[in-house]
């Protein structure tokens, strides 16, 4: 028995493609002899000249002889599944004894009539067409005429998909093209597929769901605010965790250097900017102008912040930081004075200044009449009477410094013990475990005072008095811990405190900037000048020199206001 080629093709036969198909048929009938010619048909064709192999992919590929060559030694190679020969009929395995043959792994593609003659245009010679006429549509902006086979066709940009380019086929299917075209870059403003999103805006313990649309542009904007808002380094876009957890985040965001959102930062500083200063240009009202002025540590160059603050219409606290600007040295006071014009008449505010708040160095007060001179007196309220003021928590500060360096050897031994427990690790552990022992509230930490922060040497003594039972447990235990206080150092520490607690709090007060304090400011400087009068008869000589030296603080900056606290 012979192996046909109908029954290992049985059911996968492809359609016939040319006139050398039924050639191929004829030639397979004669060499299977009578008992296959009826299967014949179902024979695998031949491939047609000048064209590939039909695509049938078959585990095992071989030659057919060619029976009407008489020539034994001659062949012509005809690509077919495996076929005996008659003269090795004899040798051939019947077909009950063969090995069934895997026809699941038999897999055809056909080509279908619309890709053959896709295929055909592709390979025919194409010639570009100018047209006679302006094309008035834009899609042809995106397409060009070509003449293929005398046939006008409309050759996309992008694909090179020939259309019919014929006037009577119109330009809509053109349009249909370039929606689906996987290579057309469609315009920001096309519609794209959106995805839900639970809604950030949730109310009474409800979750919202809507519709959310990526946008790398609307990231990028939020990637820089990022940055801002938390004073990321702008290096943070280069680490490699970051990439990974935002290419797992959104896999669509294309995510920049630090030199393009430095760019997009300033882009957007920029329009913010000219926002405010258009603002500012309609502001009505008149704006007090606060400075302040520092070298910095690690670079040693100096720079200057200034801040505009005003009451808007509906009666809020508004504060803008005009500018942040290095300020070469030397830092005179015309120097000063010029930079703080310019960012003035840059924000439309010459003529729009109430008061300038400054500290008390000295080049700040020399800066006061140049600016009233570049500004012009009919500007300035009161013709600039009221120009200059002074900032209230630096007078306080400065009153606090001299008193502290009265007090210096009253309370050094709470200072000394308080490095004592805090110099070391183990030093530290034992005085908690006698605070635990104790049961005193540990919520406050044991810290050092700065000697240029007041309110530093406030807090350190605020927060001894409450391990005062710790100390004296500890002064008994300890034999090293020499400098312990006495009852008489934690009686007067306990005064010292009271009294400072007054310019803590006001000084906290005077510091607050979500609120107006022009409101508040008089009360407050008139309690502390009548507490200042109580503690010099007080009986203590300490305390009583303490506030000689707070008065003489106090009458040096704010002795314009003696007559009317009488």
């Known amino acids: 028995m012979l192996t046909s080629a109908a029954a290992m093709t049985k059911s996968t036969r492809p359609t016939p493609r040319s006139a050398a198909t039924g050639e191929a048929q004829r030639r397979s009938s004669r060499f299977l002899g009578n008992a296959d010619a009826s299967n014949s048909s179902a024979t695998t064709q031949a491939p047609a000249a000048g064209r590939p192999s039909p695509r049938l992919l078959q585990p095992s590929i071989s030659t057919i002889l060619d029976p009407l060559d008489s020539t034994a030694g001659s062949s012509s190679l005809v690509t077919a599944p ?87 086929n119109g330009t809509k299917h053109l349009l ?81 250097r630090r030199n393009t959102i430095r760019s997009d930062i300033l882009d957007s500083y920029k329009i913010e900017k000219k926002r405010a200063i258009n603002y500012m240009e309609k502001n009505k009202s008149r704006v007090a102008i606060t400075i302040d002025m520092w070298t910095s540590e690690h670079q040693k160059r100096g720079y200057m912040a200034i801040t505009a603050h005003f009451v808007d219409e509906s009666w809020k606290l508004q504060s803008y930081i005009m500018r942040f600007i290095y300020v070469p040295a030397p830092h005179t006071a015309r120097v000063i004075a010029e930079i703080l014009h310019d960012a003035l008449v840059e924000w439309y505010l010459e003529d729009k200044v109430s008061t300038l708040t400054v500290d008390n160095a000295t080049t700040n007060d020399a800066c006061i009449p140049i600016l009233e001179n570049l500004i012009g007196p009919s500007k300035l309220m009161l013709g600039g009477k009221l120009l200059h003021m002074r900032c209230c928590a630096h007078i306080l500060n400065l009153i606090v410094k001299d008193v502290l360096d009265v007090l210096e050897e009253s309370i050094e031994k709470i200072r000394d013990s308080v490095a004592f427990w805090t110099s070391t690790p183990k030093r530290i552990e034992n005085f908690q475990e006698v605070a635990k022992m104790l049961k005193v509230d540990q919520s406050k930490k044991l810290s050092l005072d700065v000697k240029t922060r007041w309110n530093s040497t406030y807090f350190m003594l605020s927060v001894a008095l409450c391990y005062k039972s710790v100390f004296n447990r500890l002064r008994q235990r ?58 010099s008869k007080c009986g203590n000589e300490i305390i009583e020199a303490m506030s000689d030296a707070m008065s003489a603080k106090f009458d040096k900056y704010w002795s314009d206001i003696q007559g009317l606290m009488g």
């Not at 005077?510 to 008139?526: E, R």
Request: charged content about 30%; some cysteine; glycine content about 4%.
């Open 82 to 168: 495996t076929l005996t020969s008659p003269q090795h009929e004899a040798d051939e395995v019947p077909v009950s004894q063969a090995e069934p043959m895997n026809t699941d792994s038999v897999v055809i593609e056909e080509d279908s009539e619309e890709d053959e003659a896709q295929e055909e245009e592709n390979e025919a010679e194409e010639v570009v067409v100018r047209p006679r006429r302006k094309l008035t549509s834009p899609v042809w902006k995106e397409f060009k005429k070509v003449k293929v086979k005398n046939m006008m066709k409309a050759k996309c940009n992008w694909c090179s998909k020939k259309l019919g380019g014929e006037t009577r």
């Open 478 to 535: 300890e034999k090293t811990f020499t400098c312990a206080p006495s009852d008489d150092d934690w009686k007067f520490c306990g005064e010292v405190c009271d009294r400072l607690k007054l310019f803590a709090d006001i000084t906290e007060i005077f510091s607050g900037t979500q609120y107006v304090t022009a409101n508040i400011y008089f009360p407050k400087i008139c309690e502390i000048k009548m507490n200042i009068r109580k503690w």
């Open 176 to 256: 249909d093209h370039l929606k689906i075209c996987p290579y057309c870059k469609r315009p920001a403003d096309t519609k794209k597929q959106t995805s839900l999103r639970y809604s950030s805006n949730v109310q009474g313990g409800k979750v919202a769901v809507e519709n959310y649309t990526f946008n790398q542009d609307v990231a990028r904007k939020a990637l820089g605010s990022m940055i801002l808002v938390h004073d990321y380094p702008l290096s943070i876009v280069d680490h490699i965790g970051f990439r990974k957890f935002v290419s797992a985040l959104q896999p669509l965001f294309k995510i920049v």
